[in-house]
């Protein structure tokens, strides 16, 4: 069974750093694209980050120069580095996986690419 456990969430100042990172069982994060996604209140869930298979990556906009992602394989582990928070960035944040076609680039910050969802780590930024 695919299990993904989010951690590293908290309450941060504007400009400030917090790194989430996503725990994962039951499959090889390197056979799996990984993603990180956020949605804030009254908003549409937004993808954040996401790395392929071949280790292709793709960022949303909103996020570049901002966020990393990154995954450790032997600890199955996959990490969001975010660097110079903003208010903006409050939301809940949640990791997803799912086995993915080599190449996958667009695909990486889309909802329907993964089937498996953790439960959410918050993040508030305060200005």
């Known amino acids: 069974e695919v299990q993904l456990v989010e951690s590293g969430g908290g309450s941060v100042q504007s400009g400030g750093s917090l790194r989430l990172s996503c725990a994962v069982s039951?499959?090889?994060?390197?056979?799996?694209?990984m993603g990180w996604f956020r949605q804030a209140p009254g908003k549409e869930r937004e993808g954040v980050a996401g790395?392929?298979?071949?280790?292709?990556?793709r960022y949303a906009d909103s996020v570049k120069g901002r966020f990393t992602i990154s995954q450790d394989n032997a600890k199955s582990i996959v990490y969001l580095q975010m660097d110079s928070l903003e208010s903006e960035d409050t939301a809940m944040y949640y990791c997803?996986?799912?086995?993915?076609?080599?190449?996958?680039?667009?695909?990486?910050?889309?909802?329907?690419?993964?089937?498996?969802w953790g439960q959410g780590t918050q993040v508030t930024v305060s200005s």
């Open positions: 997803a996986a799912d086995r993915c076609v080599l190449g996958l680039e667009l695909g990486l910050v889309r909802s329907s690419t993964y089937a498996y």
């Open positions: 039951g499959y090889t994060t390197s056979s799996y694209c």
């Open positions: 790395i392929g298979r071949d280790g292709r990556i």
